[in-house]
Protein backbone atom coordinates (compact mmCIF):
# COMPACT_ATOMS: atom_id res chain seq x y z
CA UNK A 1 0.00 0.00 0.00
CA UNK A 2 1.29 3.81 -0.75
CA UNK A 3 2.02 5.40 2.68
CA UNK A 4 0.50 8.31 1.01
CA UNK A 5 -2.91 6.91 1.09
CA UNK A 6 -3.49 7.28 4.56
CA UNK A 7 -2.92 11.14 4.87
CA UNK A 8 -6.03 13.02 4.88
CA UNK A 9 -5.64 16.12 1.65
CA UNK A 10 -5.13 19.59 2.59
CA UNK A 11 -8.84 20.36 1.43
CA UNK A 12 -10.71 17.66 2.80
CA UNK A 13 -12.36 19.58 5.21
CA UNK A 14 -13.36 22.39 3.02
CA UNK A 15 -16.81 22.72 1.18
CA UNK A 16 -17.34 25.78 -0.81
CA UNK A 17 -20.93 24.55 -1.36
CA UNK A 18 -22.62 27.90 -0.48
CA UNK A 19 -25.98 28.48 0.04
CA UNK A 20 -27.95 32.10 -0.76
CA UNK A 21 -29.98 33.07 1.79
CA UNK A 22 -31.64 36.51 2.80
CA UNK A 23 -32.06 37.37 6.59
CA UNK A 24 -34.84 40.31 7.49
CA UNK A 25 -34.52 43.09 9.89
CA UNK A 26 -37.08 46.25 10.54
CA UNK A 27 -37.41 47.64 7.09
CA UNK A 28 -33.96 45.53 6.31
CA UNK A 29 -33.61 43.16 4.22
CA UNK A 30 -30.24 41.10 3.20
CA UNK A 31 -29.15 38.87 0.86
CA UNK A 32 -25.92 36.42 1.41
CA UNK A 33 -23.92 33.35 0.85
CA UNK A 34 -22.67 30.82 3.38
CA UNK A 35 -22.26 27.49 4.01
CA UNK A 36 -25.25 25.87 5.62
CA UNK A 37 -23.35 24.27 8.39
CA UNK A 38 -20.07 24.54 10.44
CA UNK A 39 -16.74 22.73 8.91
CA UNK A 40 -14.65 21.07 10.93
CA UNK A 41 -11.66 23.15 10.19
CA UNK A 42 -11.01 25.42 13.03
CA UNK A 43 -9.87 28.38 10.52
CA UNK A 44 -12.91 28.53 8.38
CA UNK A 45 -15.48 29.32 11.31
CA UNK A 46 -16.15 32.38 9.10
CA UNK A 47 -18.00 30.23 6.10
CA UNK A 48 -21.31 30.43 8.68
CA UNK A 49 -23.36 32.57 9.86
CA UNK A 50 -23.18 33.17 13.68
CA UNK A 51 -25.78 34.87 15.83
CA UNK A 52 -23.80 37.65 16.74
CA UNK A 53 -23.65 38.97 13.40
CA UNK A 54 -27.33 39.04 13.46
CA UNK A 55 -27.30 41.16 17.17
CA UNK A 56 -24.93 43.60 15.71
CA UNK A 57 -27.02 44.06 12.50
CA UNK A 58 -29.99 44.97 14.77
CA UNK A 59 -28.36 47.16 17.12
CA UNK A 60 -26.67 49.26 14.42
CA UNK A 61 -29.49 49.27 12.23
CA UNK A 62 -32.35 49.46 14.15
CA UNK A 63 -31.31 50.84 17.48
CA UNK A 64 -28.49 53.14 16.66
CA UNK A 65 -27.99 53.70 13.41
CA UNK A 66 -26.16 57.05 14.28
CA UNK A 67 -23.09 55.32 14.34
CA UNK A 68 -22.77 53.94 11.73
CA UNK A 69 -24.79 56.31 9.15
CA UNK A 70 -23.30 57.73 6.20
CA UNK A 71 -19.67 56.81 7.68
CA UNK A 72 -16.70 54.72 6.50
CA UNK A 73 -17.19 51.61 8.52
CA UNK A 74 -14.84 48.93 8.56
CA UNK A 75 -15.96 44.73 9.80
CA UNK A 76 -12.94 43.05 11.24
CA UNK A 77 -13.26 39.16 10.67
CA UNK A 78 -16.51 39.57 8.56
CA UNK A 79 -16.92 35.81 7.60
CA UNK A 80 -19.65 35.42 5.23
CA UNK A 81 -20.11 39.29 5.77
CA UNK A 82 -23.54 39.54 6.89
CA UNK A 83 -23.27 42.33 9.66
CA UNK A 84 -21.12 44.75 7.52
CA UNK A 85 -23.66 43.91 4.98
CA UNK A 86 -26.37 45.13 6.36
CA UNK A 87 -24.67 48.42 7.66
CA UNK A 88 -23.53 49.28 3.50
CA UNK A 89 -27.20 50.15 3.60
CA UNK A 90 -26.51 52.81 5.73
CA UNK A 91 -23.08 53.94 5.65
CA UNK A 92 -21.09 55.73 3.08
CA UNK A 93 -18.51 52.72 2.30
CA UNK A 94 -18.20 49.70 4.16
CA UNK A 95 -15.33 47.73 4.22
CA UNK A 96 -15.50 44.04 4.80
CA UNK A 97 -12.01 42.13 6.22
CA UNK A 98 -10.46 38.77 6.70
CA UNK A 99 -7.82 37.00 7.26
CA UNK A 100 -8.43 33.46 5.48
CA UNK A 101 -8.45 33.16 2.10
CA UNK A 102 -11.09 31.19 2.06
CA UNK A 103 -13.29 33.22 3.93
CA UNK A 104 -12.22 36.14 1.84
CA UNK A 105 -12.78 34.04 -1.56
CA UNK A 106 -16.37 34.21 0.17
CA UNK A 107 -16.69 37.95 0.80
CA UNK A 108 -15.42 38.91 -2.57
CA UNK A 109 -18.92 36.57 -3.50
CA UNK A 110 -21.02 38.39 -1.16
CA UNK A 111 -20.16 42.04 -2.07
CA UNK A 112 -22.44 42.52 -5.00
CA UNK A 113 -25.20 41.66 -2.43
CA UNK A 114 -23.89 44.83 -0.38
CA UNK A 115 -24.14 49.12 -1.07
CA UNK A 116 -20.49 50.70 -1.99
CA UNK A 117 -18.64 47.52 -0.10
CA UNK A 118 -14.86 47.03 -0.60
CA UNK A 119 -13.32 43.64 0.59
CA UNK A 120 -10.01 43.45 1.77
CA UNK A 121 -7.30 41.27 3.34
CA UNK A 122 -6.74 41.65 6.84
CA UNK A 123 -4.67 39.28 9.29
CA UNK A 124 -4.59 40.36 12.64
CA UNK A 125 -1.37 37.95 13.11
CA UNK A 126 0.44 39.90 9.98
CA UNK A 127 3.14 42.42 10.74
CA UNK A 128 1.66 44.63 7.78
CA UNK A 129 -1.83 44.67 8.72
CA UNK A 130 -2.93 47.79 6.60
CA UNK A 131 -0.93 46.26 3.20
CA UNK A 132 -4.15 45.13 1.55
CA UNK A 133 -5.72 48.10 2.63
CA UNK A 134 -2.89 50.57 0.83
CA UNK A 135 -2.62 48.34 -2.15
CA UNK A 136 -6.83 49.03 -2.42
CA UNK A 137 -6.11 52.56 -1.81
CA UNK A 138 -8.35 52.51 1.30
CA UNK A 139 -7.72 54.79 4.61
CA UNK A 140 -5.99 53.11 7.53
CA UNK A 141 -8.09 54.51 10.00
CA UNK A 142 -11.18 53.82 10.57
CA UNK A 143 -14.44 56.03 13.37
CA UNK A 144 -15.81 52.94 13.24
CA UNK A 145 -14.75 49.29 13.45
CA UNK A 146 -16.99 46.48 14.08
CA UNK A 147 -16.71 42.63 14.92
CA UNK A 148 -19.37 40.02 15.59
CA UNK A 149 -18.61 36.60 17.30
CA UNK A 150 -14.81 37.43 16.67
CA UNK A 151 -13.91 36.17 19.60
CA UNK A 152 -13.90 32.13 20.39
CA UNK A 153 -10.56 31.27 22.07
CA UNK A 154 -8.51 33.65 24.14
CA UNK A 155 -5.62 33.42 21.44
CA UNK A 156 -7.53 35.68 19.47
CA UNK A 157 -7.92 38.55 21.97
CA UNK A 158 -4.02 40.04 21.72
CA UNK A 159 -4.51 39.85 18.14
CA UNK A 160 -7.56 41.47 17.83
CA UNK A 161 -6.75 44.58 19.70
CA UNK A 162 -3.31 45.00 18.47
CA UNK A 163 -5.12 45.15 14.82
CA UNK A 164 -7.70 47.28 16.59
CA UNK A 165 -4.73 49.61 17.86
CA UNK A 166 -3.43 50.13 14.29
CA UNK A 167 -6.74 50.96 12.52
CA UNK A 168 -8.95 52.63 14.47
CA UNK A 169 -8.90 56.52 14.89
CA UNK A 170 -7.75 57.90 18.30
CA UNK A 171 -11.35 58.88 19.54
CA UNK A 172 -12.40 55.84 17.90
CA UNK A 173 -15.06 53.32 18.66
CA UNK A 174 -14.89 49.53 18.65
CA UNK A 175 -18.45 48.02 18.45
CA UNK A 176 -18.15 44.21 19.01
CA UNK A 177 -20.64 41.27 19.66
CA UNK A 178 -19.59 39.05 21.69
CA UNK A 179 -21.08 36.04 23.27
CA UNK A 180 -20.30 34.12 26.31
CA UNK A 181 -19.29 30.76 25.88
CA UNK A 182 -16.58 30.28 28.87
CA UNK A 183 -16.34 32.62 31.77
CA UNK A 184 -12.40 32.04 31.32
CA UNK A 185 -12.42 33.60 27.82
CA UNK A 186 -14.62 36.62 28.70
CA UNK A 187 -12.85 37.48 32.21
CA UNK A 188 -9.60 37.01 29.07
CA UNK A 189 -11.19 39.52 26.81
CA UNK A 190 -11.49 42.32 29.54
CA UNK A 191 -8.65 42.09 30.65
CA UNK A 192 -6.11 41.93 28.24
CA UNK A 193 -7.89 44.33 25.97
CA UNK A 194 -7.53 46.69 29.15
CA UNK A 195 -3.96 45.92 29.29
CA UNK A 196 -3.38 46.65 25.52
CA UNK A 197 -5.17 50.07 26.74
CA UNK A 198 -8.33 49.63 25.84
CA UNK A 199 -11.47 50.72 28.04
CA UNK A 200 -14.97 49.34 27.65
CA UNK A 201 -18.81 49.39 27.83
CA UNK A 202 -21.64 47.47 27.81
CA UNK A 203 -23.93 48.84 25.46
CA UNK A 204 -26.37 46.25 25.04
CA UNK A 205 -26.87 42.43 26.39
CA UNK A 206 -29.65 39.72 26.05
CA UNK A 207 -28.69 36.33 27.60
CA UNK A 208 -25.22 35.20 26.93
CA UNK A 209 -24.72 37.99 24.15
CA UNK A 210 -22.99 41.42 24.99
CA UNK A 211 -22.50 44.19 22.65
CA UNK A 212 -19.39 46.41 23.83
CA UNK A 213 -17.87 49.62 22.79
CA UNK A 214 -14.37 49.91 23.22
CA UNK A 215 -12.62 53.10 23.32
CA UNK A 216 -8.69 53.90 24.19
CA UNK A 217 -8.23 54.43 27.98
CA UNK A 218 -6.59 57.52 27.32
CA UNK A 219 -9.72 59.29 25.70
Known sequence: MDSDSDEIPNNFFLSEEYVLYTEELQGFSQKFYALPSATTDYDLTGQILWPGAKYLSEYLLISNPALVENKVVLELGAGSGLCGLFVSQLACKTILTDGNDIVMKLLRKNQCMGRNVEIAMVDWSALDKTQDLLRLDLPVKYEILIGADVVFWSNSIVPLFNTVEI???TKG????CYTLRAMNIYRDLLR???????KNEVLYQVDNTYIFEFTRLAD
Open 173 to 176: KFIM
Open 167 to 169: LLE
Open 192 to 198: ESAELGF
